[in-house]
């Protein structure tokens, strides 16, 4: 019953596919795939925002959105009175944002007005492409799947930039500059911090990462990268360059009302406004999708009794933990200054993911310690990124006291 639930997505794609001709079928195939991945996490973005703003209502002690239901229709004999919890009200957000008037300036550039929000929801969705969402589910395997991921969410600095400069607005631009330095600083952490898990695998292929860290330890603990001294200081750093590529608070500066007035959004509205935002939140799955992948086991269950369950089950299961993480975050921490976001990436987490990269080196090299020598290799590994954790947490802020307000 397990493996018949494990094959299913592509027993139905087959299916599919075998209705059309021969000539046809490799085109239903992937154009089913790509169908698939937009349904699939357009509503998983939906359910996201509602989810989002649920949970900070119950953060900020209010009740959150609870009023959106279903419409009355007057051809159905009967209506539904009840509101759903509020369920659809990102489908009420999507008719509003569709039926906005769509302002752009005069002087703006408007087919770069036009494409950046195109070209960022575009660059945005490419990163699914290569993930392993299950045991047999992935979309596109590629070798280099890992630099294909990079390079793909890289693109989307250059959206950001067509934004900025084709709204013809000098305080567009200074924000997209301003974000652009951002996303640069923590882009080589986010990088440094899963190159790690590239040595001690020996593969740049995300399936072959995934099932690397099958198996269990002492018959109990998941084979998990972030079960180990190195691994689990990958995963703080990818968090944190996460959180910052993006844009979430802490470290939503872009896009900073009080200062910046939304940014390089300042000129767009309606439902250009809204594929920003949508491509935001894809950016930010997508990269959920990686840090599961790289450091939490992928599809693997957590559990030998629990491998019955299908394994595209576990990677959503894990999918949402780290979104509801991440909620969590923007809920509780207050947003950073510019000089003490540069400073975090620059003076302590690039430092500390190169240190890591030795450390997954020395992990890569000493597979075969067993015994005593086993005790030993935990205890270097964390002496490698606890010591320099330390010192450098200790330099970060070197006489930086509380700053005083003149006029405040």
Not at 144 to 159: D, R, S
């Amino acid at each position: 019953m397990s493996d018949f639930l494990e094959v299913i997505p592509l027993v139905v794609r087959d299916w599919i596919v075998e209705l059309f001709p021969t000539p046809l079928q490799w085109l239903v195939h992937h154009l089913l795939t790509i169908a698939v991945i937009l349904t699939f996490f357009g509503l998983f973005f939906a359910f996201t925002t509602i989810a989002e703003r649920k949970l900070l209502g119950r953060l900020q002690n209010r009740l959150g959105p609870n009023r959106a239901g279903v419409p009355k229709l007057s051809i159905l004999p009967f209506h539904l009175k009840h509101k759903l919890w509020g369920l659809t009200q990102p489908f009420a957000d999507a008719v509003k944002a569709l039926t906005k008037e769509d302002v752009i300036p005069d002087a703006a550039d408007k087919v770069l007005h036009f494409l950046a929000p195109v070209c960022i929801v575009a660059f945005s969705l490419l990163g699914f492409a290569v993930l392993p969402f299950g045991r047999a589910l992935i979309p596109v395997e590629l070798d280099a799947a890992l630099l294909y991921f990079f390079a793909a969410g890289t693109a989307t600095e250059l959206a950001i930039f067509m934004a900025g400069w084709g709204s013809r607005n000098k305080y567009s631009l200074l924000a997209a500059m301003r974000a652009l330095a951002q996303l640069i600083s923590y882009e080589l952490p986010l990088i440094l911090s899963v190159v790690p898990a590239v040595l001690v695998v020996g593969t740049l292929s995300l399936r072959e990462i995934a099932e690397a860290q099958g198996g269990w330890i002492f018959g109990f603990l998941p084979h998990w990268h972030v079960f180990t001294p190195w691994g689990f200081a990958g995963f703080i750093i990818f968090l944190i360059a996460a959180l910052a590529e993006s844009n979430r608070s802490p470290f939503d500066l872009p896009e900073a009302e009080s200062e910046l007035i939304a940014g390089h959004l300042t000129e767009y509205s309606g439902f250009k406004y809204a594929l920003f935002f949508m491509a935001e939140y894809f950016g930010l799955t997508a990269l959920s999708g990686l840090g599961v992948t790289i450091f939490l086991g992928g599809w693997q269950a957590p559990f030998a009794f629990l491998e019955f369950i299908p394994s595209y089950l576990w990677f959503m299961l894990k999918l949402a933990g780290m979104i509801v993480f991440f909620i969590w975050v923007r809920g509780t921490l207050l947003r950073l200054r510019i000089d003490q976001l540069t400073r975090l990436s620059w003076q302590f987490l690039v430092p500390l993911a190169l240190i890591n990269l030795v450390n997954g080196a020395f992990w890569a090299l000493t597979p075969g310690w067993s015994g005593p020598m086993l005790a030993v290799r935990w205890a270097v590994s964390a002496a490698l990124i606890v010591i320099p954790f330390l010192l450098l947490a200790r330099r970060l802020n070197p006489g930086r006291g509380p700053r005083t307000y003149r006029y405040a």
